[in-house]
């Protein structure tokens, strides 16, 4: 496939992700406001993401997303839990241990968000100590009862979501021509560390504050998260205690993470046993064919 439909490809499939996501977070900021759990409307809609991924990773779906959009299949988080199942499927299929095959799923969720939120916290608190304080940025865009507020919520979700994610499909392509070894997980990593660094001139701020959803259903909320649980660390009491409650939601949502992940193992065991991801997507392309050749005789 060339290059540029790849790119073409990221921006309407995370668009449509993140217009998936601003739906989902209508739904769940109507039913958790007010409750024990509102602090959890963000999380439930990744969660809720995730759950998509690992059903249409399981049935050996979503990685067709993966080869016409890699990062606008990767960088919502329905495209990180099916990485993760997949971590675990592929080893099953070439005969690895049940313990064996889902460790590395396991691992990948572990040493991810533990790197990644120590550096983003410390660059919060870091930030805290030399004297920064968040700009100003309009406020955020959130749910509304109006279809004509929810449609134009919606647009905006769908156009943040999708150039960010052909952002970084254009990084992917420069970095594996550079690197053709370069792998997913290091521009995962670096769009996770984006959302902190992009924290400082208020650029993260500005882009939860404009596309919602379109922002906070991808990879880069991870760090700009983290970094402001550092930040109000630093500012100690009820910041502090904001920024614990951000720290349980985020934690809330990696273990989310790991079980949708082992729930796309499930799907894909229940279904397809120990067949590699190559032999069901030629299985499924044969009786393609097939079908097509009996309709035309």
């Not at 209508?26 to 509102?38: D, I, K, P, S």
């Not at 968040?134 to 647009?155: M, Q, R, Y």
């Not at 905006?156 to 990084?171: E, K, L, P, T, Y």
Request: aromatic share 16%; proline share 4%; glycine share 14%.
């Amino acid at each position: 496939m060339k290059p540029y439909k790849t790119v073409i490809y990221s921006f309407l499939l995370g668009g449509m992700f993140a217009l998936a996501a601003q739906a989902l977070f209508g739904f769940w900021n109507a039913a958790l406001t007010g409750t024990a759990m509102e602090f959890f409307k963000g999380g439930a809609v990744l969660v809720s993401l995730g759950v998509i991924g690992f059903i249409l990773g399981g049935l050996g779906i979503y990685q067709y997303f993966e080869e016409w959009a890699t990062f606008g299949a990767l960088f919502p988080f329905a495209g990180f839990a099916m990485a993760v199942g997949m971590k675990m499927v592929v080893p099953w299929t070439k005969g690895a241990s049940l313990g064996k095959a889902i460790w590395p799923g396991a691992w990948l969720v572990i040493w991810f968000n533990v790197v990644g939120a120590v550096v983003c916290i410390a660059g919060g608190y870091v930030a805290g100590l030399a004297g920064w304080t968040p700009p100003e940025v309009p406020a955020a865009i959130v749910a509304s009862t109006d279809p004509l507020v929810s449609l134009t919520i919606g647009a905006r979700a769908f156009v943040g979501g999708g150039i960010i994610c052909a952002v970084f499909q254009i990084v992917w392509l420069i970095v594996k021509a550079a690197i053709p070894t370069a792998k997913h997980v290091w521009i995962l990593m670096g769009g996770w560390m984006c959302g902190a660094i992009f924290c400082l001139p208020g650029l993260s701020q500005w882009l939860v504050s404009q596309f919602g959803q379109g922002f906070s259903c991808l990879i880069p909320v991870g760090g700009y998260n983290m970094f402001n649980t550092g930040y109000d660390l630093f500012l100690g009491g009820e910041h502090a205690m904001t920024g614990l409650v951000h720290l349980g939601s985020f934690l809330l949502a990696v273990f989310g993470l790991f079980f949708t992940g082992l729930g796309t193992f499930i799907v894909w065991n229940a279904k397809y046993g120990r067949k590699p991801l190559s032999q069901v997507h030629l299985e499924r392309a044969q009786h393609a064919l097939k079908e097509a050749e009996e309709a035309v005789h």
